[in-house]
């Protein structure tokens, strides 16, 4: 437990004293911004964040993975994971500890979003039900996009590699959804059950709904754990 | 790490140490290591004893890093074993890698961090507590000379002293054994002075392993030495001996079909052959014959063979003697210094 969080520590103080981790906060609150006034100018605006989840999670798709691409290609890059996997530590914490420095930013990220809720309590009278929800949603499907992050950046040494194949898989997975309303029968229950669009809208509309949850639970377990895997094998190459 | 450590707690036995030798601190059995067709080091063979300081020596690309990365636990070995106070390195990698202290050949560190900020990070990741951190952190930067730079970005520092950092991260935790890779590589003389002396203080109470390419270095600081050449030990000895022993001698590697136990004696009875060792390989015997430089025994050796109704299969003056790899290390110190 010390040793995850003592990875974890060190990640998080590299995010906060680091221009990159800003630079996506940056773009992702100037771009999160955009799509939560989008429709402020219709002549009946709803009061809700559904368009700021819906832009958010598209958002996400590259973010996500610039955030973690850092995280274990550097170490292969620079060579420090030499001393990190002769140190007395796990795979699995190094995984996990990783995992959690980029959790927090993302906490850190969505705790900057409380200002579109500030702006629509004052102006307005939402309905909190699918504020709540819609967060719980968007915290899920963000570790479910780091996890995937956290893969990539585990494959290579190379972080740009890292980000830009974390991206592709994102897509993949933000799409497959989309595929679902497209087809008919049996392949549109599968398309639809396997991408992450579907299990994030029920959130969005304010239904927290438990097979979502155990959905993105186990697509979170997935990654993590063919993350250590991948880490392990690399002791072998 | 194939094998978790708790799910076997209760296999956990008594370290078993198979060699008679007690207080041998690592041994090193048929060890292979081969990264892709070819292999990086073969069946080589060794044991450390406790206390020691040893020097493995040999020219670039000889071997040396990867024998350290797989006594350190940071990668299995092809084939053959290698355990560490008893503790096999990838059974029970846990049990080795809290043994070791290791200083990687290009100084891996976090260069975003400060000096003690890493410190306390790679204290943390040894299994240390806050107490004992700050503790040892004041330790080590007193003996690494690090006092002014304490809260310096490593990545600001000179080699010099990121070298200081690295020695520091590797005896932080008070290991048993300190696995130091090509230590004074790179860094300037009166570092270099600096460092060996340093090492030799470290090596009063710990086990020591380091590697070098420099013989002079590793005759001045090691009491015994191992000199690795193309993936083969090919001389293990104290530094005296290893001069005494390398003065004058040349080699000739013969294959020689016909039975071992009689061949033997015949090349020994050899006039002028000094030693002769029996290298069964896959299908054939070689043997190698060591004699006195200025002798030319090929003739000889050649009729003895036909002579005796054996087939010479091939015969070779060895490609490298141990003189000329001493020779192409001390040439190496030139292009350093
Ligand atoms: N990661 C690697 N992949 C492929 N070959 C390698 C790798 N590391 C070392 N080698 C090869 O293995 C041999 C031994 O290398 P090394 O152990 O680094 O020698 P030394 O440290 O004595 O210079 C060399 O021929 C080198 O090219
Ligand atoms: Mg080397």
Redesign the pocket.
């Known amino acids: 437990m010390r040793t995850i969080r003592a990875v974890a520590f060190k990640e998080i103080q590299i995010y906060f004293s680091s221009p990159v981790a800003y630079i996506v906060a940056l773009i992702f609150m100037a771009l999160s911004g955009f799509f939560f006034v989008r429709d402020l100018g219709n002549p009946f605006p709803e009061a809700s964040l559904s368009n700021f989840f819906q832009g958010a999670t598209f958002l996400l798709i590259p973010l996500a993975p610039a955030l973690t691409m850092r995280l274990l290609a550097e170490e292969q890059k620079l060579g420090t994971i030499e001393l990190l996997l002769t140190s007395p530590v796990r795979d699995w914490e190094v995984i996990l500890g990783k995992y959690l420095a980029s959790f927090v930013f993302l906490l850190f990220l969505l705790a900057l979003t409380s200002y579109y809720v500030i702006l629509l309590v004052a102006f307005a009278t939402p309905d909190p039900g699918p504020i709540y929800s819609g967060y719980i949603g968007l915290i899920l499907y963000g570790m479910a996009a780091l996890a995937v992050g956290i893969l990539t950046s585990t494959l290579t040494s190379n972080q740009i590699i890292a980000a830009v194949v974390g991206t592709g898989i994102l897509v993949v997975l933000y799409a497959t959804s989309f595929i679902g309303d497209v087809v008919t029968g049996v392949w549109a229950t599968i398309f639809n059950q396997l991408g992450f669009t579907s299990h994030f809208n029920d959130f969005d509309r304010g239904i927290i709904d438990s097979t979502h949850i155990v959905y993105f639970v186990t697509v979170i377990a997935l990654f993590l754990f063919l993350s250590i895997r991948a880490l392990e094998s690399r002791r072998w190459r | 790490m194939a094998v978790e450590p708790e799910n076997q707690a209760d296999l956990e036995l008594e370290p078993v140490t198979e060699s008679a030798d007690v207080d041998a601190m690592i041994e090193v059995r048929d060890l292979t290591h081969y990264?892709?067709p070819m292999p990086?080091?073969e069946n080589v063979n060794f044991t450390v004893r406790r206390g020691e300081i040893l020097g493995f020596l040999?020219p670039?690309?000889?071997?040396?890093?990867?024998?350290m990365r797989i006594l350190t636990g940071f990668m299995p070995p092809t084939r053959g074993t290698v355990t560490l106070d008893g503790y096999d390195v990838v059974e029970k990698s846990l049990e080795v890698r809290k043994r070791v202290g290791y200083l990687p050949?290009s100084v891996p560190l976090h260069t975003e961090m400060t000096v003690t900020s890493y410190l306390k990070y790679m204290g943390t990741l040894r299994g240390m507590g806050g107490r004992r951190i700050r503790h040892r952190i004041d330790d080590v930067i007193d003996v690494c000379r690090l006092e002014d730079y304490s809260r310096t970005i490593i990545g600001k520092l000179s080699k010099g002293f990121r070298q200081r950092v690295g020695i520091a991260q590797a005896i932080l935790h008070e290991p048993e054994v300190l696995v130091l890779?090509e230590p004074t590589i790179g860094i300037d003389p009166i570092q270099v002075v600096e460092t060996r002396s340093l090492i030799q203080d470290l090596g009063q109470e710990q086990t020591v392993v380091l590697?070098s390419h420099i013989l002079p270095e590793v005759s001045m600081i090691c009491e015994r030495v191992l000199i690795?050449h193309e993936?083969h030990i090919v001389a293990a000895d104290t530094p005296n001996n290893l001069a005494q022993h390398l003065r004058g001698v040349a080699q000739l590697e013969v294959e020689i079909g016909g039975p071992p136990a009689e061949v033997l004696p015949v090349l020994r009875s050899v006039n002028g052959a000094t030693e002769v060792t029996h290298h069964p390989r896959p299908g054939v015997n070689a043997y190698r014959i060591k004699f006195r430089e200025g002798l030319d025994l090929r003739d000889e050796i050649s009729r003895t063979v036909v002579s005796n109704g054996w087939s010479l299969l091939s015969m070779q003056m060895s490609s490298m003697s141990l003189e000329e790899i001493f020779l192409r290390v001390t040439t190496a110190e030139d292009d350093v210094e």
Request: aromatic fraction near 6%; proline fraction near 0%; hydrophobic fraction near 20%.
């Open positions: 990264y892709g990086a080091v040999g670039n690309g000889a071997g040396k890093t990867t024998t050949e890779d590697s690795i993936g």
